[in-house]
């Protein structure tokens, strides 16, 4: 079976009813990414960060995968097909994709707020699946008594699935790059790591307008526009 890979951003959500915030003026749901996005926003007023994921949370679990997630779960049955995502939702996931790899983590799972370099060199960080959207900054803390915080990647913060996100672009034979401007480093350099002869594709309302090498085919449509017309493409492939 051909190895297809599948590079989401925001953009993917975009039809579930999930914004993007480089749409809205660099603004996610009113807020200004500084505040409620970094390691500073934490250090500085926890409890908002804390109230603005809880809401992120609350808006994914009553999200419903849209047709563009369905499309890509239902190429399994032709392809090896591992998503790449670098979105926080699990929308991927409950379209039915069995192998998603989350750049920036995954908001329904948390983990310690004590600081990575506090952690022992051997101990790997731990993640707490959440029940339910809220998470409390005096109730729920991890077993050394932190709080627990959202199992998100914030700007500044490293991105350790990278690595492995790299072998996968390397290992290509489809590359199908979804709803993301190529904004966000070090993840946006993937679209560069694909084979020579890797079939790839680009779909995002603004294709036209933003920097993709010359090896992609540039799709100006939403995601589930996109992923209809990549459908009719790979079964005429196949035909
Ligand atoms: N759903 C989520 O989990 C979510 C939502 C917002 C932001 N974020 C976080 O913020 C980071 C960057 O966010 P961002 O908003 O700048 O994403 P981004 O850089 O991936 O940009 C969004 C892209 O989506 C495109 N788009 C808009 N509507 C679309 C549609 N219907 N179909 C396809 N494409 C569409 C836009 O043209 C734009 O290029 C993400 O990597 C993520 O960590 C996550």
Redesign the pocket.
């Known amino acids: 079976m051909k190895k297809l890979v599948v590079f989401s951003?925001?953009?993917?959500?975009?039809?579930s009813g999930?914004?993007?915030?480089?749409?809205s003026d660099g603004l996610?749901e009113n807020y200004r990414i500084e505040d409620v996005?970094t390691p500073e926003a934490w250090a500085k007023n926890p409890k908002l960060v804390q109230q603005f994921y809880n809401q992120?949370r609350k808006q994914?679990i009553e999200a419903k995968p849209n047709s563009?997630h369905l499309a890509i779960a239902e190429l399994e049955k032709d392809f090896q097909v591992r998503v790449i995502t670098?979105?926080?939702?699990d929308?991927h996931e409950r379209a039915g994709s069995q192998n998603v790899l989350h750049?920036?983590g995954n908001?329904r799972l948390a983990k310690s707020s004590q600081k990575l370099s506090k952690l022992s060199l051997n101990q790997e960080e731990s993640y707490y699946p959440i029940e339910g959207w809220e998470l409390d900054l005096e109730r729920d803390l991890c077993p050394q008594g932190y709080p627990l915080r959202p199992h998100?990647?914030w700007f500044g913060e490293a991105v350790p699935a990278y690595e492995q996100a790299i072998h996968m672009a390397n290992d290509a034979d489809i590359f199908i790059v979804?709803?993301?401007?190529?904004?966000?480093y070090p993840?946006a350099a993937l679209v560069h790591e694909i084979p020579t002869h890797c079939r790839a594709f680009y779909?995002?309302?603004?294709a036209d307008h933003?920097q993709i090498p010359s090896q992609y085919e540039r799709i100006t449509?939403?995601?589930?526009e996109?992923m209809q017309y990549i459908q009719d493409v790979l079964q005429n492939d196949n035909d």
């Open positions: 951003g925001a953009g993917m959500s975009a039809e999930i914004n993007t915030f480089r749409d996610w996005a992120r994914i563009a670098q979105n926080i939702d929308l750049l920036h908001i998100v990647v979804i709803g993301t401007s190529l904004a966000v993840v779909i995002d309302p603004k933003q449509m939403t995601a589930s996109g």
